[in-house]
């Protein structure tokens, strides 16, 4: 019954764990990837000024100005800038994008690129300067932000290591708590028993110990009040034997 009552304990333990631990991590993903999205959008609505900026401090579109401008863009974030006739001055990209696309999984969260996304957003900016409209921005972003910057990923990655390292300490404990628990909710049934194997061999005064209120201690007063009734009539025998001259055996 002790290994029993282990195995049982134990394997709900680990159940129990296993799900929180899966539950912790989905809502930490969901969080952290709510997190994202939200800085990228307050990112995308500093890009008119940004622009603006960069075109009032060159005074033409600078391309090298423009390249540093494409790689803090949010990952998957695409912008098509045009004047205002409608021609194309630059595409603007994150090159993390590229350089993720096509690789396997790194860690969790990674390993998708642009082709995996099914939900996108876009809007339309307008980079004014002093004189009024300079660009028209076409934006094209991902509507849920991907974990594929490596500090995000590394952040994420070290959140799921503490999560295992807390699990197993948990799980740990677990297997301690278990195994004595099992041990001390076992221990006064094997004395009723042995208690009970001494009645069986004769020995009528055996009583058995036991102070808690639960179960098992009730079990243990009905036990020693069937052994004092088997006392009381082990002695109505011997007297009513004696009285009218039965040997006893």
């Known amino acids: 019954m002790r290994k029993k009552l282990f195995l049982s304990t134990l394997i709900i333990s680990l159940i129990t764990l296993t799900f929180s631990m899966l539950a912790v991590n989905f809502v930490f993903h969901r969080q952290f990837s709510d997190y994202l999205t939200k800085t990228n959008e307050t990112s995308l609505e500093q890009l008119p000024t940004r622009l603006s900026a960069l075109y009032q401090s060159k005074g033409t579109w600078d391309p090298t100005s423009l390249d540093e401008i494409s790689h803090t863009l949010p990952v998957g974030t695409v912008v098509t800038l045009t004047d205002p006739n409608g021609q194309l001055i630059a595409t603007l990209n994150n090159a993390m994008e590229n350089m993720m696309h096509g690789q396997g999984s790194m860690g969790m969260g990674m ?48 959140v799921f290591r503490s999560l295992l390292f807390a699990g197993g300490l948990a799980l740990l404990f677990g297997i301690i708590l278990s195994y004595f628990t099992s041990r001390r909710l076992v221990a006064p049934l094997k004395r009723l028993t042995q208690a009970a194997n001494r009645i069986g061999q004769g020995h009528l005064d055996e009583h058995v110990a036991l102070q808690s209120k639960d179960e098992v201690g009730q079990l243990a007063i009905a036990f020693n009040a069937m052994v004092d009734n088997l006392n009381r009539q082990e002695t109505l025998r011997k007297q009513f034997t004696a009285d009218i001259g039965i040997p006893l055996d």
Do not use: E
């Open 111 to 158: 390993g998708r690129s642009s082709s995996s996304i099914t939900n996108w957003k876009t809007k339309t900016i307008t980079v004014t300067g002093p004189h009024g409209k300079i660009a028209t921005a076409l934006v094209r972003y991902p509507a849920t932000a991907q974990i594929l910057n490596p500090q995000d990923v590394l952040f994420q990655s070290s």
